[in-house]
């Protein structure tokens, strides 16, 4: 039955290439935004999982500030514990050469002075962002360590938790005391003895070194981890969300061809009444 009032052909037609511009405008959006799921009713599940991972990323990017803050505070302390060392090396030598009874043992202490000092500043001046790992009190409010952010650790559904380690400190400020425990040098007997406890404190600084350097390869190494998990993650939301632009190219390229015979087939179908007429002739 034909009918000029219900037009079943067009009404097929028109459905078609609704469709077919609504998956145009999917694929057009898909290409600038560079993104298949962009929003959640672009496809719930994988975009809810996606924010879940982007949130961990961003959550990872301050572990990696925490991690270079805390290597950066380890290594200004190992670099002054290093130089600790070096001085007190000198100091050790100058203790050696005072145990003769023909040196002048005045001066000898007086160098020894100078160098107890400079020790004394390094140890004060080891600090960075206000925590010294070679004091006592690392931040000034009876810290004994330093607290480092390594990561996140999240376990199926759970909220994710945060995994520190401490670095503590290794206390020059009291155990290298070169002002208050150092036997001042007169003559060969207090050389001998100033000998013996220099010694002590080249042991305890060059532990407290290789402990400083322990820790802070530690972060270095807990640095460069964190940074190719995040560059994963990063990766594992791309292949989620992104967009393929192969495919994408193609697809829009199918879609316009189909969208311009979507517009044919509806210009026919609405012609169709038109051979109606031919039946009042």
Do not use: C, H, Y
Not at 125 to 130: P, V, W
């Amino acid at each position: 039955m034909s009918s000029i009032i219900t037009n079943n052909s067009a009404m097929v037609a028109l459905q078609t290439l609704k469709n077919i511009n609504s998956e145009l405008g999917k694929t057009q959006n898909a290409i600038s935004t560079g993104k298949d799921i962009a929003t959640a009713k672009d496809g719930s599940a994988i975009w809810a999982i996606s924010r879940v991972m982007e949130a961990d990323v961003a959550g990872f990017n301050a572990v990696s500030d925490s991690l270079a803050l805390g290597e950066a505070t380890v290594a200004v302390a190992s670099a002054a514990a290093e130089q600790v060392v070096n001085v007190l090396e000198d100091i050790k030598e100058l203790a050696i050469s005072a145990n003769s009874e023909n040196v002048d043992f005045a001066k000898i202490q007086a160098d020894i002075e100078e160098r107890v000092a400079q020790v004394a500043s390094i140890i004060g001046a080891a600090q960075f962002n206000g925590a010294n790992l070679l004091a006592t009190d690392v931040d000034g409010s009876g810290a004994t360590g330093l607290t480092v952010l390594s990561s996140l650790d999240r376990v199926g559904s759970a909220a994710p938790t945060a995994s520190t380690f401490t670095v503590a400190t290794v206390d020059f400020e009291a155990d290298i005391d070169l002002g208050t425990n150092l036997t001042a040098i007169t003559d060969a007997t207090t050389a001998a003895t100033a000998l013996g406890e220099i010694e002590t404190f080249l042991q305890t600084a060059i532990d407290g070194a290789a402990a400083l350097g322990a820790s802070g390869k530690r972060i270095e190494d807990q640095g460069n981890f964190v940074s190719k998990l995040t560059d994963a993650m990063k990766s594992g939301i791309g292949a989620l969300v992104d967009t393929n632009m192969e495919a994408a190219s193609a697809r829009l390229q199918a879609l316009q061809t189909q969208q311009q015979l979507g517009v044919q087939a509806l210009s026919i179908a609405n012609q169709a009444p038109q051979t109606i007429l031919q039946l009042f002739r």
